[in-house]
Each structure stands twice: as C-alpha cells, then as structure tokens.
C-alpha cells in the first residue's frame, strides 16, 4: 500500500483480497464473506460476518464507512461503528478497520486513502444512511446475455461463477438463431454493460481497478453489483430457460 496516484483514491485488502478504486461519486466497495458477491472478501470461513457486511462509499468528495453487518466494526480511536450507526468518513492516510467477528475473532480490513483529507465539516449526507443501490437498466439483448454469464449465481450454485463467453455465445445463438450471435458479440455486449455501469460509479469493473492477475474478476464484479441491486434475479433466468428452444 505505498504506491502514489491521485487524490481520494482508495486502496484496500483483506486477508482474502486486494483492489483499487478510484474516487466517483457514488462508488460503492462492498465488504463481507459472500465471495462470489462482494468486492472484497472478509471473513469468510466465520458465520458471524454478514454476507455483505458493509461497504466503503464515495459521497462529497470522501470516503465513508457504512456498517450494515451483524457485529461492529472497530475503528482506529477504539470507538465501534455499530449495526445501523450512520457512516463515518475516511480520512487521507492509512486506516486499519477491524470487524468484530465469532468469540475470539476479528478480521481486518486495511484501507489507504490518497492524498490530502478534504475539506469541510465532516458532517453527514442527510441521506447517507438510506442509500439503496439502483436498479440498472438494461435492453433485452443485454439482460438476456447478463442472466445467461450469471446463470450459476441466479440458480443458486453453492460456488458460482461467470458462464464463458463459449456458453454465453451458444446460449444467445439458441435463443436469437437469425441475430448471429458469438463469443465474441457476447464479451463485447458485456464490456459495453461494464463500462457504463463504470462511469455510473459501480466498482471493479476495470482492469485497472483490479489487482493482477485479473482473469475473470471483471464479470464477476458485474454479476455481483447485478444481482446485488436486484438488477437480474432467478425470474429472469426462468423466463430465458422458458424462451429457449
């Protein structure tokens, strides 16, 4: 964590992970022990941390920290940011996080943020503790080509991952046969989803936002923010599977 970029970039790592993410309003960085569905893995052989026990937002020009797991989650001062305690800020530097988990338990999250702490009060967005994440919007080749990489998210596997894009091709091509589908139509359709939901603020879904090797992190990032919004869900996965020939 001793590299330079600019301002209000956020470096962060768990034992299980590690990413960069730089400043956009509304970024969102989730933490907790659902692997396949949160940025950062935390914690993820202890049944005491929440699935996504929390995350790390960029709201006014700064980084705040949400709690919104079962146990507290313990801050540099020794205070605690409890369940359901509005978020406080990150300030410029290094802060280590350490969330309480079973008896005997904690885990740490080390977060490094860039450059100078901004200025102003410090005081709450009177909204900051009722943010919902928003529902993206998608035309019907892009859904039908997003549940089909999430498949295995959406009926529930025990270790998801992203379908290839092979499988995505061929599922696209046994649902449109005179559209033409390929992998390589496919992966692009998906770049295209990645991108946007980028510049919307959505986390990890550039390569540069991603510690090496990449390999599949990209779509898993998107499934994750996809699914975790409610964006797609299992209906939409049953309603393709009834569409298919």
Do not use: K
Not at 11 to 16: F, I
Not at 115 to 138: N, R, S
Not at 140 to 157: F, I, N, S, T
Not at 193 to 216: Q, Y
């Amino acid at each position: 964590m001793d590299r330079t970029c600019g301002e209000q970039t956020l470096y962060a790592r768990t034992l299980e992970s590690s990413a960069t993410f730089g400043p956009r309003q509304g970024r969102e960085v989730v933490f907790g022990r659902n692997r396949p569905l949160v940025h950062l893995a935390l914690g993820v052989d202890d049944l005491r941390i929440s699935r996504e026990h929390g995350l790390l937002r960029f709201d006014d020009g700064r980084w705040w920290v949400h709690n919104g797991g079962r146990t507290a989650i313990r801050l540099p001062s020794s205070t605690e940011l409890r369940p359901g305690d509005p978020p406080v800020p990150l300030a410029a530097g290094y802060t280590l996080l350490t969330v309480l988990g079973s008896p005997g338990r904690e885990h740490a999250l080390e977060v490094r943020v860039s450059g100078p702490e901004p200025g102003g009060t410090g005081a709450l967005p009177p909204d900051a503790h009722t943010y919902e994440p928003p529902v993206w919007p998608l035309d019907p080749d892009e859904r039908r080509v997003v549940v089909l990489l999430a498949r295995r998210y959406l009926q529930g596997d025990s270790r998801p991952t992203p379908q290839s894009w092979r499988q995505v091709g061929e599922g696209m091509q046994a649902l449109a046969p005179e559209a033409g589908w390929t992998h390589r139509r496919a992966e692009h359709t998906v770049r295209a989803v990645r991108e946007r939901l980028s510049a919307a603020g959505v986390a990890g879904l550039l390569a540069e936002e991603v510690e090496p090797p990449v390999g599949n992190a990209l779509n898993e990032n998107l499934v994750a923010e996809l699914v975790r919004s409610r964006s797609i869900t299992a209906a939409d996965l049953d309603a393709l599977d009834r569409e298919t020939p």
